[in-house]
């Protein structure tokens, strides 16, 4: 079946140290998406990439960086600049602006 | 003031009850996605519209545009309907959403 999939489900580093959360999509979908989640507020979009190769920073990506090497791929690196790492990170995809949109589990970082 | 607000932000309710939520937004949009979110935190996709009203199984989803507002119900609740519903937002020319602060829905046998 197609779908997303983000590993890992918990992941704990420590204060200081870069950490990359992986997204993988089988749905050929162009667009793919990072979002945090805190506790309380809606869903914040951190990166997005429309194509291979490309892509843009969303409202808060500082202390963010992500890659786009091949269509079914999006990791997304927590690096020891983010302030405030400790969150839940959803990846998501989508075919273009008129298509509906398909979530990954999510992947919940702790950082101590 | 969010750009996407949502009401209640919690409801709890008993088995057999017809539940809404509601969803207004203030910014031109070209759809509304209504989304589940369980206790794990994946979430699924519900509804995504851009006018009129969907009905899935005892879920029903509207929209009215020129009020900007969308409510979802839940006819029939039941317990494993327990989940967060987020209302989110496709700006018009953007290839984002915003969105809302989601409401707990809680349905108690």
């Known amino acids: 079946d197609g779908g997303i999939t983000q590993s890992p489900k918990y992941l704990f580093r420590k204060e200081g140290q870069n950490v990359t959360l992986s997204c993988e999509q089988n749905?050929?979908?162009?667009?793919m998406y990072w979002y945090r989640q805190d506790p309380g507020q809606g869903l914040r979009l951190i990166y997005y990439?429309?194509?291979?190769?490309?892509?843009q920073k969303g409202d808060i990506a500082e202390g963010y960086s992500v890659s786009r090497e091949k269509k079914e791929s999006f990791p997304l690196t927590v690096t020891s600049a983010q302030k405030n790492p400790t969150a839940f990170y959803l990846c998501?995809?989508?075919?273009?602006?008129?298509?509906?949109?398909?979530f990954g589990s999510g992947t919940r970082l702790t950082v101590v | 003031k969010n750009e996407v607000e949502q009401s209640p932000q919690n409801l709890t309710a008993q088995e057999g009850e017809f539940i809404t939520i509601n969803c207004s937004y203030s910014?031109?949009?070209?759809?509304l996605h209504w989304l589940q979110q369980h206790p794990g935190g994946g979430i699924v996709s519900l509804f995504m519209?851009?006018?009129g009203k969907k009905k899935h199984g005892r879920l029903i989803a509207t929209i009215n545009i020129q009020e900007k507002h969308s409510s979802l119900h839940i006819t029939a609740s039941h317990p494993r309907d327990s989940a967060v519903y987020i209302c989110a937002v496709q700006i018009q020319g953007a290839q984002k959403l915003v969105f809302g602060q989601g409401t707990r829905l809680t349905i108690n046998p």
């Open positions: 749905l050929n979908h162009d667009a």
């Open positions: 990439s429309q194509i291979v190769n490309d892509f």
């Open positions: 998501a995809s989508s075919q273009g602006s008129n298509y509906g949109y398909t």
């Open positions: 519209l851009s006018s």
């Open positions: 910014v031109g949009i070209s759809a």
